[in-house]
């Protein structure tokens, strides 16, 4: 396996070559942009982006991939999902992930046929080496999809992939983590179109006073908010305001989680084997 950037990167560049045409589904996070920008270095305009939109995806973050697909030349189309009708995914029990993904890798395995009939498509996702330890139930929806992860197959870690982002100039390359608005309901807590509206405008808020690495989990009238160790400070000196604004997006109550944020708390619970968690 690959152990600098510059071999990665010719790693990643074979395995994408290897392919008639390529559709990568991108999310305009750090990890499927720098995919995205190296399939179309590779294969040009046998290159194209998918953008699942569907009431999970904040619309800043749709307005994000699109602006980043025309700001490189690279066409990006959104495709309309509909994981939330499926019941898996609305009972959100530990594996919401798996019908959100079947939802997403279904759709545009259609795509991919009307795209490039008959042909020798590689269907990439952005998964990568960090993602291996965590909750992924969506990892089973793309092996039964044929999706490929190029990143993860190159050695790809969220370090490597922001250097070698910052090496091609992408706008991306610093860009905080971001999920779907529904990681953001506990497991074993329905998700609702009301309360991915919630979290959307709770956070959209928070982003509106300047904050950059934060998650406001949903806890039915009360919006747990984590901030990265950097804006904890800040965020305890705004609370009146923020407490107003979190009100005005539909909650009773506002509470700052003293641990901060992290990345994928809310599945440590599955991983401890436990029945309920948060």
Same mark, same amino acid.
């Given at each position: 396996?690959?152990?600098?950037?510059?071999?990665?990167?010719?790693?990643?560049?074979?395995?994408?070559?290897?392919?008639?045409?390529?559709?990568?589904?991108?999310?305009? $996070?750090?990890?499927?942009? /720098?995919?995205?920008?190296?399939?179309?270095?590779?294969? #040009? !305009?046998?290159?194209? +982006?998918?953008? &699942?939109?569907?009431?999970?995806?904040?619309?800043?973050?749709?307005?994000?991939?699109?602006?980043?697909?025309?700001?490189?030349?690279?066409?990006?189309?959104?495709?309309?999902?509909?994981?939330?009708?499926?019941?898996?995914?609305?009972?959100?029990?530990?594996?919401?992930?798996?019908?959100?993904?079947?939802?997403?890798?279904?759709?545009?395995?259609?795509?991919?046929?009307?795209?490039?009939? $008959?042909?020798?498509?590689? /269907?990439?996702?952005?998964?990568?080496?960090?993602?291996? #330890? !965590?909750?992924?139930? +969506?990892?089973? &929806?793309?092996?039964?999809?044929?999706?490929?992860?190029?990143?993860?197959?190159?050695?790809?870690?969220?370090?490597?992939?922001?250097?070698?982002?910052?090496?091609?100039?992408?706008?991306?390359?610093?860009?905080?983590?971001?999920?779907?608005?529904?990681?953001?309901?506990?497991?074993?807590?329905?998700?609702?179109?009301?309360?991915?509206?919630?979290?959307?405008?709770?956070?959209?808020?928070?982003?509106?006073?300047?904050?950059?690495?934060?998650?406001?989990?949903?806890?039915?009238?009360?919006?747990?908010?984590?901030?990265?160790?950097?804006?904890?400070?800040?965020?305890?000196?705004?609370?009146?305001?923020?407490?107003?604004?979190?009100?005005?997006?539909?909650?009773?109550?506002?509470?700052?989680?003293?641990?901060?944020?992290?990345?994928?708390?809310?599945?440590?619970?599955?991983?401890?084997?436990?029945?309920?968690?948060?």
């Amino acid at each position: 396996m690959a152990s600098n950037i510059e071999d990665k990167l010719r790693d990643l560049r074979a395995i994408i070559d290897k392919f008639d045409a390529v559709c990568v589904a991108f999310s305009g $996070g750090v990890d499927s942009a /720098l995919l995205l920008y190296v399939s179309h270095e590779v294969k #040009g !305009d046998r290159c194209l +982006g998918f953008i &699942a939109d569907s009431g999970s995806l904040p619309r800043r973050e749709l307005q994000d991939a699109a602006s980043f697909g025309a700001r490189h030349g690279i066409e990006v189309k959104v495709v309309r999902t509909y994981e939330q009708q499926r019941e898996g995914y609305i009972k959100n029990e530990g594996n919401r992930c798996y019908f959100c993904k079947s939802e997403l890798f279904e759709t545009l395995r259609a795509e991919v046929e009307k795209s490039f009939p $008959g042909e020798n498509v590689g /269907l990439f996702d952005g998964f990568i080496k960090d993602d291996e #330890g !965590d909750h992924r139930p +969506g990892r089973v &929806a793309g092996r039964e999809n044929g999706v490929i992860s190029p990143l993860l197959l190159s050695g790809f870690s969220k370090a490597d992939v922001r250097e070698a982002s910052a090496l091609y100039g992408l706008e991306t390359a610093e860009k905080p983590a971001s999920a779907c608005l529904a990681s953001r309901i506990p497991h074993f807590s329905e998700v609702t179109p009301e309360k991915l509206a919630q979290v959307e405008m709770a956070e959209n808020a928070l982003r509106d006073l300047g904050f950059s690495n934060f998650r406001a989990r949903h806890h039915g009238d009360i919006v747990r908010l984590e901030f990265g160790p950097d804006e904890m400070e800040d965020a305890f000196d705004q609370r009146e305001e923020i407490n107003k604004l979190m009100r005005a997006a539909g909650f009773l109550f506002a509470a700052i989680d003293l641990e901060g944020y992290r990345s994928g708390k809310l599945n440590d619970a599955l991983k401890g084997n436990c029945s309920r968690g948060s």
